[in-house]
């Protein structure tokens, strides 16, 4: 019985040449290969999607804030009516803004801030002051909460800013901002769009005075 258990123990020994077929053996190192590159792969392809959305709603945002700046200067803004009043900055938000942004952009998550300010004056500082962060390298942002922003449009020859923020949630290239804001629980870059002009000299009458203002 003890020799019957020894030669088969001698068989099942592999022997040198085997071994070193085994190390050599490549089969299924393709699966590994792949299983090893796959996620980051799959991470990069993703984080080049969300770079170019971002960057496609960020001009789409620009070219609606510009737009809806044009209908202010003209004075059609000033003369929108809802049940008689002026429209409100919620309806100013959903009804003038919000229809010229992608579809994929959630009205509820854009902050306007639209505010009146005085003409420029050379032997004073200047109003646009007001709008930089205390850094000096950027606009101060409109509230994320519109119960906190602005909305007067202004009359005829008045100067105007039109402010749009929009939180965009990240998923794989919150690493690349170095302190990326957090926003309901996520983080997210915060995507802002800005224009300044100054009113045509449109009349004011039957128009109302601007709420906010």
């Given at each position: 019985m003890f020799e019957q258990y020894a030669s088969l123990s001698r068989r099942r020994r592999p022997r040198a040449g085997e071994r070193a077929r085994f190390i050599e053996d490549r089969a299924g190192s393709t699966a590994v290969e792949f299983a090893l590159i796959a996620l980051p792969?799959?991470?990069l392809i993703l984080a080049i999607i969300e770079i170019g959305?971002?960057?496609?709603?960020?001009?789409?945002?620009?070219?609606?804030?510009r737009q809806t700046g044009r209908l202010i200067l003209t004075g059609f803004v000033q003369g929108q009516k809802s049940g008689g009043a002026p429209l409100t900055a919620q309806q100013f938000r959903d009804q003038i803004l919000c229809p010229k942004l992608p579809a994929t952009m959630s009205c509820a998550d854009v902050f306007v801030n639209?505010?009146?300010?005085?003409?420029?004056?050379?032997?004073?500082?200047?109003?646009?002051?007001?709008?930089?962060?205390?850094k000096g390298d950027g606009?101060?942002?409109p509230a994320l909460d519109n119960a906190r922003n602005k909305?007067?449009?202004g009359n005829g020859k008045q100067y105007v800013v039109v402010q749009a923020?929009?939180?965009l949630r990240?998923?794989?290239t919150a690493f690349l901002h170095a302190n990326p804001?957090?926003?309901?629980?996520q983080p997210a870059r915060l995507m802002q769009s800005v224009t300044s002009f100054k009113n045509e000299p449109f009349p004011a009458n039957g128009s109302a005075k601007p709420v906010g203002c």
């Open positions: 792969t799959f991470l959305y971002s960057n496609f709603l960020q001009s789409r945002m620009d070219a609606a804030v639209v505010k009146v300010f005085s003409e420029p004056e050379a032997a004073q500082p200047s109003p646009f002051a007001s709008f930089i962060n205390a606009v101060v942002p909305y007067c449009i923020a929009y939180p990240l998923l794989t804001m957090t926003y309901k629980g």
